[in-house]
């Protein structure tokens, strides 16, 4: 027994449903008694081993896609980590005791996610409902048992097209989000004698393509640039849409403010007539290398990160207020400033880099910082390489990332 009093392993195998246990590799690692059962095959054969050459396809049936809609769903259930419930298959199992002999069979599926320490997914549960029974209720042979076989399986067909038409639709506006939003944001370009490096990683899922941008505007009097991120609430093509244009009304905004607050006052102005930039974060910070100093704020962001030269990170939360048009009058938005030293950089990111649903944001921080500290002394392209390559997961991440690296 656990030390909840609860023994987890007994409870998986007490499932009265079937329940399998898969890798993101779509490999067997562990099966409940009843799938087993109902499958006709042992623990033995089943793990370690790849699903579908344990359960393939009827070659027999031309019209078999129990493979294709099964994968299918396994994999929307690893690039979106959220939970896929299957129409009726029909999905026919060859008997383990007869070789070559085929069970007509239909199931009722449900896949999920079981989620990884690091926010990716670990594992894949796979349940199923054995509905073979019931679409026989009929009784073999009769016509009522083939009328509703018939209608429920016509039933199942249409729901996979109508599935597999949205997936296909939303394919098609991830791919159009994406390039809308990479069109919009702004290519590198000459800094002066200042080095800086950006990132933009969009999420895996197909609906998930968010709104994050980031900014980077030289300013005309001193050696002074302006440096912002931001994230608007919402996915899909609509997210891009507004994001595209709070971040040009905030960088026209930043070339004639008196400083952040000022700007973010403009832009907090120019969100109320937006539809859906409700809720957007933003962080902008003034770079002024005549005086050495950082002056921020911010809108419900997360905080920048000044990474010392002794490999301290300090982050900057001394100017945080809510985010766009969260109040019912905009107000004065706080301001703060801090010194820095030759050889320092300057990190803005937005919070998919930080944030993951089974953490919160402080260990993402610490993550953040520990990772900015043991990079210390590198230049920006390679410092934000470092930084993705050790906060984002392999598999990706179900929000988009922006990072801006900065040397100062």
């Not at 980590?81 to 005791?97: F, I, K, P, T």
């Not at 809720?279 to 419900?300: E, I, K, N, P, Q």
């Amino acid at each position: 027994m656990t030390d909840t009093g609860i023994d987890y392993r007994e409870v998986f195998q007490a499932q009265p449903g079937l329940v399998a246990l898969l890798t993101p590799d779509l490999v067997y690692a562990d099966a409940n008694e009843e799938f087993c059962r109902s499958s006709g095959r042992s623990r033995e054969q089943l793990l370690g081993r790849h699903l579908f050459d344990v359960f393939p396809d009827n070659p027999d049936d031309p019209d078999a896609t129990g493979v294709h809609n099964l994968r299918a769903s396994l994999l929307r259930v690893l690039e979106t980590g959220e939970r896929d419930a299957m129409a009726l298959q029909r999905y026919d199992v060859e008997s383990a005791e007869h070789p070559g002999e085929w069970q007509e069979r239909y199931w009722s599926p449900l896949n999920a996610p079981v989620m990884g320490p690091d926010g990716t997914v670990a594992l894949l549960l796979h349940r199923a409902e054995d509905v073979t029974a019931l679409v026989r209720a009929g009784g073999p042979g009769s016509g009522a048992h083939r009328h509703l076989e018939a209608e429920l399986y016509a039933r199942a067909r249409e729901l996979q097209q109508v599935n597999e038409r949205l997936r296909q639709a939303n394919a098609k506006e991830r791919e159009i989000a994406l390039a809308l939003q990479r069109a919009m944001l702004p290519a590198p370009q000459p800094l002066g004698a200042h080095r800086a490096a950006v990132r933009y990683r969009p999420a895996t899922g197909a609906l998930n393509v968010c709104g994050d941008w980031y900014d980077l505007v030289p300013l005309p009097e001193g050696d002074r640039m302006v440096v912002s991120v931001g994230d608007v609430v919402g996915h899909g093509l609509d997210a891009a849409c507004v994001m595209g244009q709070l971040r040009s009304a905030l960088s026209a905004a930043s070339r004639v403010a008196l400083g952040p607050a000022e700007a973010l006052q403009v832009l907090d102005r120019y969100a109320r007539f937006v539809e859906g930039a409700g809720s957007t974060t933003a962080v902008t910070a003034f770079l002024d290398w005549d005086r050495h100093t950082v002056t921020y704020s911010s809108a419900g962001h997360p905080p920048p990160a000044l990474l010392r030269g002794d490999g301290s990170v300090e982050f900057l939360d001394g100017a945080t207020d809510p985010p766009l048009d969260a109040r019912p009058e905009p107000i004065v938005r706080p301001r703060a400033r801090t010194p820095f030293a030759d050889g320092e950089a300057l990190v803005l990111y937005t919070d998919g880099l930080v944030e993951r649903r089974d953490r919160d944001i402080d260990a993402g921080l610490r993550l953040l910082a520990d990772s900015l500290s043991r990079h210390q002394g590198a230049d920006p392209e390679a410092l934000a390489d470092a930084v993705l390559l050790d906060l984002l997961p392999t598999g990706g991440v179900t929000d988009d990332t922006a990072l801006v690296v900065v040397a100062l």
